[in-house]
């Protein structure tokens, strides 16, 4: 008989060495398996810190304001680019509540001299989880491609089919290209495991296309990808065109055509209103006027005024300067510009009749004296400031201005504005002196008992004569008159230029308004 005990303890010393072997094989396996997913950790974090960025805005204000914060916020601990890509997935993961149930349509502002260069989807779409903190797979991919280009990354927005189990759903997901490369991110399917397990295991964030099977991209939805993928402006492209605004109004009975302007609404809504119509979506704008439209920079605009019947064509202003009488104005669009049509005569629209000042403002606008503050406003409570006033002085003396662009008597009025030269004329002719030798102070603003001086000396400078003295007496605050103003108060109270508040007070450190400079220019002309 062969004795079975030596081949028993060859059997069992080769059953440990096999058994050791696929134990190191298991152990092989698994760190195969494990290489893979660390080296794609390492993979996208690196193809994200090293991927060039060019920040990229929506163009409509509120969502861009919103985002800002929010990156502001994340920059408190994020130091690097995909330290800021996670915290921003990690937000709308933890945040945000999927709710298929949305009700809230966004009030927009489009702010953009340039194209739109984000999908209009996207930008209607990520309002939900960024202000509302609800949406679904739509609402989520939306925020975080509005982010990542924000961030200055090439995202853009696929739909299709992810296939998870024995289960298929339509749904949509972030693509964002690192080194031609396109990686998914998914945070509303993160945001799911989350509220499932409790847990955020990035499972969908930064997964290579390629290698995904659950993501399969399908043409036929209800936004084709490729329309979908053209209406997003690659982030590092230089957009060529820059739009200006040219807002055209007409001021009284008379309307205005422009050509060849397109609508802002128009331009911004018709290459997408083909994605909401058939879908009953709501959506509103903000932002637009009517009468306003955009021109790419260096366009030749035509403006036509046409009057009805019986009202006089009065100009064409340019930011309130008229600039041609002419029924048609070209002009080439350069930059925002404001251009009214004149009709009929000019009516300040707060200036009604019966007010104390109106007779004095139109008056002063007659004669060139004061001009509104816009084709339409005169603000008569707005305050005068030194140089406004120095400027309506000189106009009153019809002062030749143009031998002094070369002065610079005081520090604080410098050549070349607009106050300038009426300044240096009022210095030389002693109309008004400056708080010191260097010092004038144009923008403070003009008192009454200062404006007092300077219509006291321009009478002067007239050599009307007779300067009479007036009783201050009867004025419950005389006393607060410095005394270098005390002259020329007294002779403004006696020919009327002042003549105080009804209850008896001159308030002479006041600080003259609009109208009140009106008023005591109208009763020193006609004084």
Not at 17 to 39: D, N, S
Not at 227 to 235: D, N, R, T
Not at 414 to 425: A, D, L, M, P
Not at 501 to 520: F, G, H, Q, W, Y
Request: charged share 20%.
């Amino acid at each position: 008989m062969i004795e079975r005990k030596p081949f028993r303890a060859l059997y069992m010393k080769f059953s440990k060495i096999l058994k050791g072997c696929a134990a190191v094989m298991l152990a092989l396996i698994f760190c195969v398996q494990l290489v893979p997913l660390k080296a794609h950790a390492a993979s996208i974090e690196e193809l994200l810190n090293s991927a060039e960025l060019y920040p990229q805005k929506t163009g409509f204000r509120t969502m861009d304001q919103k985002v800002a914060s929010l990156l502001a916020e994340f920059r408190k601990t994020s130091t690097s680019t995909y330290e800021l890509m996670l915290a921003a997935y990690d937000w709308l993961v933890y945040n945000v509540k999927y709710d298929s149930n949305l009700e809230y349509y966004p009030y927009y502002d489009f702010d953009s001299h340039y194209p739109c260069p984000v999908s209009f989807y996207a930008v209607y779409f990520g309002y939900d989880p960024l202000f509302e903190k609800e949406g679904v797979c739509d609402n989520f991919s939306s925020a975080y491609a509005i982010i990542a280009r924000a961030i200055g990354l090439d995202a853009y927005i696929r739909w299709g089919k992810q296939h998870t189990g024995r289960t298929t759903y339509d749904h949509m997901w972030v693509e964002i290209y690192l080194d031609g490369v396109a990686y998914i991110f998914d945070p509303q399917s993160d945001n799911s495991v989350y509220k499932s397990s409790g847990k955020n295991r990035h499972l969908y964030f930064g997964v290579p296309a390629a290698d995904s099977s659950m993501y399969e991209i399908r043409d036929n939805n209800r936004i084709n990808n490729a329309k979908l993928f053209a209406s997003f402006v690659p982030v590092s492209q230089t957009l060529p065109v820059k739009y200006c605004y040219v807002r055209y109004q007409a001021v009284g009975n008379g309307s205005v055509s422009a050509s060849p302007l397109t609508a802002q609404r128009s331009a911004q809504l018709s290459a997408r209103s083909a994605i909401f119509n058939s879908h009953n979506f709501a959506y509103q704008f903000s932002g637009w006027l009517a009468d306003t439209s955009i021109a790419s920079i260096g366009t030749s605009i035509t403006l036509t005024a046409s009057a009805n019947a019986g009202e006089p064509f009065r100009g064409w202003y340019v930011n309130g300067k008229r600039v041609s009488t002419s029924v048609k104005y070209t002009f080439h669009a350069s930059e925002d510009v404001t251009v009214q049509a004149l009709f009929g005569e000019q009516k300040f629209t707060d200036v009604p009749e019966g007010k104390w000042y109106h007779d004095a403002v139109y008056d002063c606008f007659k004669y060139g004296l004061m001009t509104g503050t816009s084709l339409t406003t005169f603000s008569p409570n707005d305050k005068l400031t030194r140089a406004m006033a120095v400027t309506v002085i000189g106009k009153m003396a019809n002062a030749n201005l143009s031998g002094y662009s070369e002065e610079a008597t005081f520090a604080d009025v410098k050549q070349g504005t607009w106050y300038h030269n009426s300044v240096e004329w009022a210095k030389e002719n002693g109309i008004a002196s400056g708080y010191s030798a260097s010092k004038f102070g144009p923008n403070d603003f003009v008192t009454r008992e200062q404006l007092a001086v300077m219509l006291w000396k321009l009478a002067g400078y007239f050599k009307y004569g007779n300067m009479l003295d007036a009783d201050l007496s009867g004025f419950t605050d005389a006393d607060e008159i410095h005394s270098w103003a005390l002259k020329a108060m007294k002779w403004a109270c006696r020919i009327g230029i002042l003549s105080g508040t009804k209850d008896k007070r001159l308030i002479p450190r006041s600080n003259a308004t609009r109208a009140e400079t009106a008023v005591m220019v109208m009763r020193f002309r006609k004084g």
